[in-house]
Structure formats: C-alpha cells, structure tokens
C-alpha cells in the first residue's frame, strides 16, 4: 500500500460503496495499533492513545480535531485522563472509506 499519510483524500459521493474486505486488509498492514470495530453494523477504524496526563490529551484531541476540520472529515474522539480513542469511519457509505485511512495514517502522525 502506498504511504497513506501522503495520499490525497478521495472524493466520497452518496453512491461510493464501503471499501471491499481485501483493500481494507491491505490498509490495516499499514496501521499497527488501529483495530476495526463494529458499531450498529458498520465498520469504524479505531485506536487508543495513551497519554501522561489529561492535558497532554486534551492537546492531541485538539491537534486531531484541527486536521479534521482542515480536511473536511471528522472522527469520534473520546478523551479521558490520560488517554484518547479516536475513530474513523464515513457516514455517506456506512463504513470504511479509503480516507479513514488516510486520517487515520496522519493521526498516527500526530502522535
């Protein structure tokens, strides 16, 4: 799999399908430490960081919202002392969408 944290993102339309098992796989490769949970059916990339302390969670929260909100795509974020899970997935197709791994690859970045 290409470097995924310099891909550009794709455009994602109402009719894109969810990524097929096979390319989500070959992502996963290129994702140590995220995991695929499912949520009410639909498949979310997720990761659990961990941090010294609430602030220094509370900052990474805000360095993941601010790329999101640069790119125009949004995690679940869920911060606790000490720790944030961020999860990816693409609401217009009900699951996983080539840049949930994109984000996914420049949150890893972050950390």
Same mark, same amino acid.
């Given at each position: 799999? =290409?470097?995924? +944290?310099?891909?550009?993102?794709?455009?994602? !339309?109402?009719?894109?399908?969810? *990524?097929?098992?096979? =390319?989500?796989?070959?992502?996963?490769?290129?994702?140590?430490?995220? !995991?695929?949970? *499912?949520?009410?059916?639909?498949?979310?990339?997720? !990761?659990?960081?961990?941090?010294?302390?609430?602030?220094?969670?509370?900052?990474?929260?805000?360095? +993941?919202?601010?790329?999101?909100?640069?790119?125009?795509?949004?995690?679940?974020?869920?911060?606790?002392?000490? =720790?944030?899970?961020?999860?990816?997935?693409?609401?217009?197709? !009900?699951?996983?969408?080539?840049?949930?791994?994109?984000?996914?690859?420049?949150?890893?970045?972050?950390?």
């Amino acid at each position: 799999m =290409k470097d995924l +944290v310099n891909m550009p993102l794709e455009e994602c !339309r109402p009719d894109t399908p969810p *990524m097929p098992p096979a =390319k989500v796989e070959a992502c996963m490769r290129a994702l140590p430490g995220w !995991r695929i949970a *499912m949520v009410d059916g639909i498949q979310h990339l997720t !990761r659990t960081f961990e941090f010294k302390d609430f602030k220094a969670a509370l900052d990474f929260t805000n360095q +993941v919202g601010a790329a999101a909100e640069a790119d125009n795509h949004h995690p679940e974020l869920l911060t606790a002392w000490g =720790k944030v899970t961020v999860s990816w997935w693409t609401f217009t197709v !009900r699951g996983l969408h080539i840049n949930d791994f994109i984000l996914a690859a420049k949150t890893d970045q972050l950390f």
